[in-house]
């Protein structure tokens, strides 16, 4: 307490100070964090206000209004990430001004409260909402909609929840929490599917959806590309997907729209299989398109790239365009090497066991059921030929006990058991290693020269990106909500903050960019960094803090938090003003 009367005792005239008690002063400290950052962006895109409009607060018994509420968990999900019995909690530690609280409001902040909030978001028209923020974003940070990449993901969730099976709740229907094909390789587990869509320019969220865990891929690209084109303005904009939109349904939704896609053509078609019959007796006419060195590996093989347009268009009439990785190739060869190997391990050992003297598989049809088995797990039918073939070993004994003698008589006992043969088949290998790192790519649009397609096409990892960080930063998952109509609001929540993220990241790199700026030391122990996310931005913040002198619970002074040179640098590229964090915010 000394230092503190020190510090603030040269700050008010010495007459005064003696009519103070030291033992009266109290010092307050409250978290900023990247709170005022946070709020900043938020208050650009008027958040709070449209909340209030889509889900007002009508009840008068309602003390925290729910635009408040779902500004309070947003801005948790951002910085805390706790779970909703846990908001007064975090809530409490900050300076309330940074939740867009006062002190008030700050004690009716709870589980319950957010609860009900959640509740009125599900009731609440989310289409529109979600439609009023994108656009509202588009017009502040000026975002490009021009190219779009839809993707899904499953998360999910470790209760029973019988009844979360599509019900209806106040008159809207609820999610079906069910499993499905789960992307995180749960099959044991209930999912929903989030299925997200962002702009290339800066991959910024413009549409979500929450559908039920049993849900196609390919039934996901309908109503999310007309709540684009509503939100766009337009329906010219290129629509990038993966291979699930190569169904007939989603393509002629769009084609007959005029809309513009592309997409990577599955296996399954009929087109694969031609070309990759055709290469074998013709030499494409390849495109090359990038040289570049090795990205994982110093001094490995370099990066190249070539495109093909295939003569024959898709039987829809549209344009293939194959694609030819040499690493791809490499990676393929050896994992093809690499499956057959361990299929003929397990082949092996599996023999072993057969020509052994306590083989348990006996019949026929369930040996030959382990070797497939075998063949499928790996993806090896083609390349291994298995023969199976009956074997027999005869021994002999005595017919009764004793020492033998020349007169003792023997019996012969013959065993019979499986014994395996395998072969690998090389021309199948060969067929396939001459397609090895090829791929094709489908659009309905002409215009579009073989490189474009290839660079849309390689901007949709950026979507995969986002699907990661809200799985392992913003930790969606596990759920702790039992009631699916909060869940699929939770989510949107969800929507919002990586909306927020997307646009910090966007904003301060367009502005390295713009001040010639290549790196910024943004990593623990001022490590550089050429592509700052939002995660390292926030991070930067986290242990910002002011202090506020009391005496008998009134505040005389506040001691405004101290930034760092590279704060300071940080807020003037993203023209947040420092007045954020030097008043009440």
């Known amino acids: 307490m000394p230092d503190i009367w020190r510090l603030y005792s040269r700050q008010i005239p010495k007459s005064q100070a003696l009519h103070i008690r030291t033992d009266a002063l109290a010092l307050k400290t409250e978290r900023l964090g990247p709170l ?4 900043h962006f938020l208050e650009r895109l008027d958040l709070e206000a449209r909340l209030e409009r889509f889900v007002p607060t009508h009840d008068r018994r309602i003390r925290l209004p729910y635009a408040k509420a779902l500004g309070v968990l947003l801005r948790s999900v951002l910085v805390e990430r706790e779970p909703l019995y846990r908001q007064h909690e975090t809530v409490s530690t900050y300076a309330p001004q940074a939740f867009g609280l006062d002190a008030a409001l700050l004690q009716q902040v709870g589980d319950d409260a957010e609860g009900r909030a959640l509740d009125r978001l599900f009731d609440a028209d989310s289409a529109a909402l979600l439609t009023d923020v994108v656009v509202a974003a588009v017009a502040a940070f ?5 190219e779009l990449h839809n993707d899904s993901t499953s998360v999910s969730f470790c209760g029973q929840y019988p009844q979360a099976k599509g019900r209806k709740l106040r008159g809207k229907r609820a999610p079906f929490i069910t499993h499905g094909y789960s992307k995180d390789h749960r099959p044991d587990l209930k999912q929903l599917l989030f299925v997200l869509t962002t702009s290339d320019d800066g991959g910024v969220p413009v549409q979500f959806r929450c559908e039920h865990g049993n849900t196609g891929d390919s039934c996901t690209h309908q109503q999310p590309w007309d709540a684009l084109c509503h939100a766009a303005g337009q329906v010219n904009f290129l629509y990038v997907a993966d291979s699930k939109l190569c169904a007939r349904e989603p393509m002629d939704h769009i084609a007959q729209r005029g809309g513009r896609f592309v997409c990577v053509m599955p296996r399954t078609r009929q087109e694969d299989t031609e070309f990759r019959e055709w290469i074998q007796t013709h030499d494409p006419q390849w495109e090359p398109v990038w040289d570049r060195p090795n990205p994982r590996r110093r001094g490995g093989p370099r990066d190249r790239w070539w495109v093909f347009r295939y003569p024959l268009p898709s039987r829809e009439g549209w344009p293939v365009i194959w694609v030819y990785s040499a690493l791809l190739a490499l990676r393929q060869e050896h994992r093809r090497r690499e499956r057959i190997a361990r299929a003929i391990q397990e082949l092996d050992d599996f023999n072993n066991k057969l ?5 348990r598989k006996r019949l026929r049809r369930e040996v030959q059921v382990r070797i497939d088995e075998i063949l499928r797990e790996h993806k090896v039918v083609r390349y291994l ?16 006990r004793g020492r033998p003698g020349p007169n003792t008589r023997y019996v012969r006992k013959t ?9 690998i088949n090389e021309e199948h290998i060969a067929y396939d290693r001459k397609s090895d790192g090829m791929y094709p790519l489908l659009t309905n649009d002409p215009t579009l020269t073989n490189v474009q397609a290839l660079e849309a096409h390689k901007r ?19 759920v702790l909500l039992k009631n699916e109509g909060r869940i699929e609001a939770l989510f949107f929540v969800y929507f919002l903050a990586m909306l927020v993220q997307a646009l910090i990241e966007r904003e301060l790199r367009q502005a390295m960019r713009r001040e010639g700026i290549d790196e910024l030391h943004l990593y623990p122990e001022e490590r550089k960094t050429q592509r700052p996310t939002a995660e390292q931005i926030l991070r930067l913040f986290s242990l910002t803090q002011r202090h506020i002198l009391q005496q008998e619970e009134v505040s005389i002074h506040t001691f405004e938090p101290e930034l760092t040179d590279l704060q300071r640098q940080i807020l003037a590229l993203l023209k947040v003003p420092l007045s954020t964090y030097r ?3």
Do not use: M, S
């Not at 298995?386 to 009764?400: F, I, N, S, W």
């Open 142 to 146: 000026d975002v490009a909609l021009k």
């Open 415 to 423: 065993r019979k058991f499986w014994r395996l043969n395998w072969l």
């Open 460 to 478: 949709q990892p950026t979507i995969e990106k986002c699907f990661e960080q809200t799985k392992t930063v913003f930790e969606i998952a596990p």
């Open 355 to 359: 020509i052994g003297p306590r083989a």
């Open 583 to 585: 008043t009440v915010i």
């Open 385 to 400: 030929e298995v023969e199976l073939t009956r074997d027999q070993e005869h021994r002999y004994q005595q017919a009764r």
């Open 36 to 39: 005022p950052l946070i709020n």
